[in-house]
């Protein structure tokens, strides 16, 4: 029996079909890769530093093209119907900065303005605030902020936002470790809470293996192992993600 | 002794910044370029102020006041033409001099000064061309006075040192067939030379301070987050090209104020004697009553789209740098190129047609001169190419502006050679 293709792309939060990105100059950026995220899962990309992980979520969440390949967000074509696609997702970049001058909670009125109005953006506002506990200094201008501070700032919008679908490149990075258990708790949260699908990526195996239903391990550009934690472990014989993550490596190399 | 580490550093990383250095070649080109452009229209207004011939209009005929311009035609090489009026003259003739009925009688009476008329036609921008001739009626009315002295002192067999009969040259000139005093084109030539100015000098400060919000907000690593919003990105660029524009005059205003505070200290001075005549311009009468009204409504326009069209140019630089030092190293040599673009058009003393119209709908710079000449010339083909190219030209721009916020060139950059930005993942 033939599946119906639009079936198929709706049963996925991300749903992409041999996705390629060739920069100029020749650099690939991901080739063929065949990406599902079920909606409500908390999925992992993890890789080496330039195998993809990054592209694959800038193209995901509408800030690159792909070379060719597609990609679909919830059913909908995020290349031919990118503002479509957004409206149903939140990107949260590496290193995600505020912009200095505004104090953390214009900040916080911006970014949510763009999404919401009325009561729904004071609600929204309201969780941010919640979220990003940073008590007075919500009213200092953000160039005074730590790179903690900051990052906290950005991900309480994302997550107020409650989005469909959240994308995290290193939601951790750079974080203590006080604040990095508290993001990966936000997360746990707002996707057993609210429902929200999260696709990230990390160099750090600890927070994959606590937060990631499944995990997909991308080397040169290439998808090369996908699943749970435990089946990945299993398959190659390793204790923890770390050593699946090498073993496959060296398979692949 | 840490001090040399240091600002050696602080060269280096200016001299091996491509933008830098790109920066510096683009305006050693374009002023090299200008130079020789402005060069050719000093030439040009020399070769033509030196051949010019000059009209006499001869409201006295008497024996003395022929043996005056006899001798003047002599000194100055047979260049003076008798007319029968200024305006017979003027169709023929860029300088007319009227030699009035009372010339011989006011030149033998002494203590008497002698008065003339001049009239001088004008129909360029240049100021250099305008000057030449402006100059020449000077030279014309000093050559008379001269002369004047020579023949008195020749018929009296005096000194010709000893005469000194002042001549008093009234001119009017006659810019583009509208007559103005001296006065009055003084203050129209200020307007024209530097208006082009002006808005050359808003549009860099415009572009300049587009490129670099819009560079210093993916420095601040916000710009990845806004752009992944549900926000159509002409949104975001036209967002950007309106504060550019309101910063923009807010900083022109506060400018003006400086400018208007200078003027009002330097005008606070004691009011002078009764018995010196003083000129008074009326700026308004001059610019309504002169240039008219369209003109003065078409140059606001352009002033407006010239902050359009510079903020999209912005925009589009600081949206292609990594930061703002590279879009600061780009934007400099802009805000040269809008100045050298506007006075090209008025040193070179291009003549305002269709190709010019062309030049200044590209460029916006130049418009407001283009416009204003065209408009009093009526040469409405010029104007309607003009207004049309720089709507036309304006609104390509923003198109583009909202065309590479769609690009991948926006998140990734311009790779540059050693400041090609790997994509990092």
């Known amino acids: ?88 997702m939140n990107y949260l970049p590496e290193e995600a900065g505020a912009y200095r001058d505004l ?68 939601p951790t990075s750079g974080l203590d470790v006080e604040r990095s258990i508290y993001v990966r708790n936000l997360i746990k949260r707002y996707n057993r809470d609210y429902n929200v699908t999260v696709l990230l990526s990390s160099h750090n195996m600890l927070e994959v293996e606590y937060l990631c239903s499944r995990v997909g391990i991308l080397y040169r550009g290439r998808l090369l192992a996908e699943g749970s934690v435990e ?12 050593e699946v993550f090498v073993k496959i490596k060296g398979e692949s190399s | 002794m840490t001090l040399k580490p240091l600002v050696v550093r602080e060269v280096k990383a200016f001299i091996k910044n491509p933008a830098f250095i790109l920066s510096i070649v683009l305006i050693i080109a374009f002023y090299g370029l200008m130079g020789k452009m402005v060069s050719t229209g000093i030439q040009t207004a020399v070769e033509q102020t030196m051949g010019i ?79 030449a001739k402006t100059g020449l009626a000077s030279t014309i009315g000093d050559l008379i006075r001269k002369s004047v002295s020579l023949i008195i ?37 200020s307007f024209m030379g530097f208006m082009p100015l002006m808005i050359a000098i808003i549009m860099g400060i415009n572009a300049m301070y587009a490129s670099q919000f819009t560079a210093i907000e993916k420095v601040e690593k916000a710009f990845e987050m806004l752009l ?21 005059l807010i900083m022109g205003g506060a400018y003006f104020a400086g400018m208007l505070l200078v003027l009002m200290g330097a005008t606070s001075t004691p009011p002078p004697a009764q018995d010196v005549q003083s000129v008074g311009i009326n700026p308004g009468e001059l610019l309504y009553g002169k240039i008219g009204f ?56 291009l003549p305002i047609n269709t190709v010019t119209g062309v030049i200044a709908g590209f460029t916006i710079a130049p418009l407001p001169a283009v416009v204003v000449v065209s408009s009093m010339t009526s040469k409405l083909e010029v ?32 790779r540059l050679g050693r400041f090609k930005r790997r994509e990092k993942s």
């Open chain 1, 1 to 88: 029996m033939l599946l119906n293709p639009r079936v198929l792309v709706l049963d996925f939060a991300v749903y992409t079909k041999a996705l390629t990105k060739i920069y100029s100059g020749g650099s690939i950026g991901v080739k063929d890769l065949d990406l599902r995220v079920s909606s409500g899962e908390i999925y992992g990309l993890i890789g080496p530093n330039g195998s993809g992980k990054t592209t694959t979520l800038r193209i995901i969440a509408t800030l690159l093209k792909p070379t060719s390949g597609e990609v679909y967000v919830y059913g909908v074509d995020a290349v031919r119907n990118p503002l479509e696609a957004r409206r149903l």
């Open chain 1, 103 to 170: 104090s953390g909670l214009d900040f916080i009125r911006f970014m949510l303005s763009v999404r919401f109005s009325g009561r729904r953006l004071e609600e929204a506002i309201g969780e941010a605030i919640d979220i990003a506990d940073l008590g007075r200094d919500l009213n200092r201008p953000i160039r005074g902020y730590s790179k903690g501070m900051k990052r906290i700032l950005a991900l309480s919008v994302v997550l107020a936002s409650r989005p469909r679908l959240l994308i995290l490149d290193e």
């Open chain 1, 231 to 242: 089946e990945l472990k299993s398959k190659v014989g390793g204790v923890n993600l770390e």
């Open chain 2, 53 to 131: 011939h000059i009209g006499v209009v001869l409201r006295d005929s008497s024996n003395f006041t022929m043996s005056v311009l006899s001798l003047a035609n002599q000194t100055i090489g047979g260049r003076l033409k008798i007319v029968d009026s200024v305006d017979s003259g003027l169709r023929s003739y860029d300088v007319v001099f009227v030699i009035p009925q009372n010339f011989s009688t006011r030149a033998l009476e002494p203590g008497m000064s002698i008065q003339l008329e001049a009239y001088v036609k004008i129909d360029s921008i240049s100021p250099v061309v305008s000057g």
């Open chain 2, 153 to 189: 002192a020749v018929e009296r067999n005096i000194d010709p040192s000893l005469i000194d009969k002042p001549v008093i040259v009234n001119s009017t000139i006659q810019v583009y067939g509208k007559s103005m005093s001296i006065e009055e084109y003084s203050a129209f030539t």
């Open chain 2, 228 to 248: 992944a919003q549900p926000i159509p990105r002409r949104n975001i660029v036209l967002a950007k090209i309106i504060g550019s524009i309101i910063s923009s």
């Open chain 2, 294 to 349: 369209n003109s003065l409504l078409i140059f606001v326009g352009s002033i407006v789209l010239g902050l359009m069209y510079s903020g999209a140019l912005g925009v589009i630089l600081g949206s292609i740098v990594s930061d703002e030092r590279i879009a600061g190293a780009f934007t400099a040599p802009i805000l040269f190129i809008f100045i050298g673009i506007a006075y090209a058009l008025v040193f070179v003393g």
């Open chain 2, 383 to 414: 104007l309607a190419v003009s207004i049309s190219l720089a709507l036309l030209s304006t609104v390509m721009i923003i198109i583009l502006a909202v065309h590479i916020f769609n690009r991948d060139i926006v998140i990734l950059g311009v």
